[in-house]
């Protein structure tokens, strides 16, 4: 394949485009950066900026930039076995949860099919059309719901299904019963995105299938977003293979592992924002509801997800000249909505 012939195939790829920075943003409507409320992809504002620097800085001081990073990775995995209440053998520590995606969407070959549930999260539509595999698509019913034998019987000879629960964007987690009836069902991967679990009901991390993999996240409930740390739990063999032949050797800087140690060393206090969060995700919910042409969707997430009478054009284009960035979520099974960030209340309160 040419240049002109990989530029050409790229365009089946639909480009990701992040908003503008805080300070073009900031100055193209007139404002300080500091007054720009960014409630558009779901970080944990609950966490002091302030801590979390002295964190990342403890971690620096403690890490030696000469060696590679082994022992951290060890380590990191050992606590995140004894948090899960797994084998550390079964833990793949990745730079945020995007690359297991990647690895994972590698492995297939042209002509392999993946089916997710649907509406989902962008990065996997994204990930099949970069290794030009069929996607197959399982709609949620009209109250999100999940339709267990429609799913299954879409995801017929796939090599991979994968489920965001809970579910982003909608913001609702399936039952852990139709989960556990999808993994023993399939012949084949089942990628349970987590990404939210620490605001939702249950885990099937504690599962043990061999076809089962869940994804997690540090860039949510742990506010380590800017450091990309994730990591996935399954098989022990499965962990052992991506671990050793598929990832390149020592992924994840030791200054991110240990920021990652020292933020699991936090639980009290990370548990603390988690309830804040409940709290306030319950009190936006019922904010939203009350204003007129306005319905919030229930969460089990660290967003709400909701829909407008007025065009979300409209209404988003609103919010930004009052600098507070929210998502367009576009079409979710023919309703037009909106998603948002739960924050503390002073910056809710700016955004209701």
């Known amino acids: 394949m040419n240049l002109s012939e990989l530029l050409e195939s790229s365009k089946r790829v639909q480009p990701y485009r992040p908003n503008p920075s805080f300070a073009s943003f900031a100055e193209s409507i007139g404002l300080d950066v500091d007054d720009v409320l960014k409630l558009n992809s779901n970080e944990n504002l609950f966490l002091d900026k302030k801590l979390m620097n002295a964190l990342l800085v403890e971690a620096a001081e403690e890490t030696d930039p000469r060696f590679y990073p082994q022992d951290e990775d060890e380590k990191l995995r050992e606590l995140l076995g004894e948090l899960n209440g797994v084998s550390p053998n079964r833990i793949v520590v990745s730079t945020g949860g995007d690359q297991v995606i990647e690895i994972l969407f590698s492995l297939l070959q042209r002509g392999d099919s993946v089916t997710a549930v649907t509406p989902t999260f962008s990065m996997y539509p994204r990930a099949a059309a970069q290794r030009g595999v069929e996607l197959r698509e399982a709609v949620l019913l009209p109250d999100f719901s999940l339709n267990v034998q429609k799913t299954l019987e879409i995801a017929e000879g796939c090599s991979l299904l994968v489920v965001c629960s809970p579910n982003n964007p909608t913001g609702n987690q399936f039952p852990r019963e139709a989960i556990t009836e999808l993994v023993e069902s399939f012949s084949g991967l089942v990628l349970v995105d987590e990404a939210y679990q620490e605001y939702a009901e249950y885990s099937v991390a504690d599962l043990e299938y061999e076809n089962l993999m869940v994804l997690r996240t540090f860039s949510k409930a742990y506010g380590l ?43 009290s206090l990370i548990k603390e924002t988690i309830e804040e969060t409940k709290a306030e995700r319950g009190w936006l919910i019922e904010q939203l509801n009350k204003l007129s042409g306005v319905t919030a969707y229930p969460s089990n997430t ?35 909505c909106l998603r948002v960030t739960v924050a503390p209340r002073a910056l809710q309160t700016r955004f209701i």
């Open 225 to 267: 977003a800017g450091l990309r740390l994730g990591y996935c739990i399954t098989s022990e063999e499965l962990a052992s293979t991506l671990r050793e032949r598929f990832m390149m050797p020592f992924p994840v800087p030791n200054v991110v592992l240990n920021t990652g140690i020292k933020v699991l060393g936090k639980q």
């Open 302 to 336: 660290n967003f709400v997800l909701f829909k407008t009478e007025k065009p979300t054009s409209q209404v988003y284009d609103a919010l930004m000249k009052q600098g507070v960035i929210v998502s367009r979520q576009g079409n979710i099974l023919g309703e037009d």
